[in-house]
């Protein structure tokens, strides 16, 4: 065994040494008594309880551990060895949210539901969020017969409470009740009977990888800046300096801060152009392309008077050169008018290049003779108004 020394001086609340004090130690979660030695090499035990010395230290040799000190009607927490290695209960306790860990499915049979072997926790914080509690709960596979309350009902949601008992719910859980008890899904009834079953668990399995099948579903955002206007009488436009988050892509630059990444300022900004199906990029330019649209992925001379218009989105990238942060993609529809084109934006079918792990920085709506983008005849800039602002 690896002994650990615990040296500590105690005393009464009006500041006086607990000289010679009784004190009883047990190991943390156990009501038996905590062997104890004199010497690192555990040859010379220890009465349990011990007294502290005539300075008011309590000296001893112990497996290194947590352990509770009882001394004068008090008690005491204490880490015998490393003070700052990371307590298992505690970590489980913030590591673990009430869920599933393995099984969790279930299926219509009749008037029950045939649930499988299912393994999950209940992580109690409210009795004591001090100290949490983390309940296993084992279910084993059996049907579970519906209510005949929940029998004359169409939908009934599933939860197991830390005893093992099966839960019906009215409505889906409550952020207090996914906290409370595992929650498992709903069924369906129809005619009397579970027609459907839909298990909807909170699994515990994988934390990490679901945070980032979170992130990557929403995609990468802007956070702050990167706002875009004409550069001047031009076909140019400027961006302002910002940051975007883009999960991951700021690792091997600062560890510290892997998910936000700068965005540079440019003017003129350079970019690169691309369609929805472009996979080979050309270098980049600092003029944008208003004569031409997106036709299935082919460029195409837009069509019509010289009033006809299109709408082009640039998207911001979290790379690491500037030139190679933005993109501007073509429009894919024609409109009689630069206003009809702006009154769209947020209506018309829009395919984004697949290969863009990028945030729209914005729109730009312009006529197909457009030669300035200051004038506001021939073009017009609309910021994307959120994060989460579709293409």
């Not at 009464?12 to 010497?39: E, H, I, K, M, Q």
């Not at 399995?205 to 031009?234: C, H, K, V």
């Not at 996979?279 to 195409?300: C, L, M, Q, S």
């Amino acid at each position: 065994m690896a002994l650990a020394h615990y040296r500590d001086l105690y005393w009464y609340p009006n500041g006086a040494l607990a000289t010679n004090v009784s004190a009883r130690v047990f190991p943390f979660g156990s009501n038996g008594l905590a062997t104890l030695w004199a010497d690192q090499a555990g040859t010379i035990p220890l009465t349990n309880p011990l007294n502290t010395d005539g300075s008011g230290f309590l000296d001893f040799w112990a497996e290194e551990g947590e352990y509770w000190i009882y001394i004068d009607a008090r008690s005491f927490r204490v880490s015998v060895g490393n003070p700052v290695a990371l307590d298992s209960w505690d970590g489980a306790s913030v590591a673990l949210s009430t869920g599933i860990m393995s099984g969790g499915n279930f299926t219509a049979a009749g008037t029950s539901i045939g649930v499988q072997e299912t393994v999950g926790y209940v992580v109690d914080y409210a009795t004591d969020s001090f100290r949490p509690t983390l309940t296993r709960v084992h279910v084993p596979a059996q049907l579970v017969p519906l209510s005949p309350a929940a029998l004359a009902r169409t939908l009934t949601w599933w939860q197991v409470d830390a005893a093992g008992n099966f839960l019906e719910l009215l409505d889906d859980p409550t952020p207090q009740q996914r906290r409370a008890n595992i929650t498992l899904g709903f069924s369906i009834v129809f005619g009397g009977v579970v027609v459907f079953t839909k298990a909807v668990p909170l699994l515990m399995a994988q934390p990490a990888n679901q945070l980032a099948d979170l992130t990557d579903s929403l995609g990468p955002f802007i956070l702050e800046g990167a706002r875009f206007s004409p550069n001047g009488p031009n076909l140019s436009f400027n961006l302002s300096a910002g940051t975007m988050f883009s999960r991951g892509f700021n690792h091997t630059l600062v560890p510290g801060n892997p998910n936000i990444a700068p965005i540079a300022a440019q003017s003129p900004a350079q970019f690169r152009v691309a369609t929805s199906a472009t996979t080979v990029f050309g270098a980049p330019v600092t003029v944008i392309d208003p004569a031409n649209y997106d036709v299935g992925g082919v460029v195409t001379p837009v069509p019509g008077g010289p009033l006809v218009a299109t709408v082009q989105r640039v998207f911001v990238f979290a790379q690491d050169n500037a030139p190679d942060q933005l993109v501007a993609q073509y429009g894919q529809r024609v409109y009689p008018s630069l206003s009809a084109a702006a009154l769209n934006i947020n209506t018309e079918e829009y395919v984004t290049n697949p290969v863009f792990v990028s945030a729209l920085v914005g729109w730009i709506c312009v006529i197909r003779t457009a030669t300035d983008l200051t004038d506001q005849a021939q073009a017009t800039f609309i910021p994307a108004p959120g994060k989460f602002s579709r293409p």
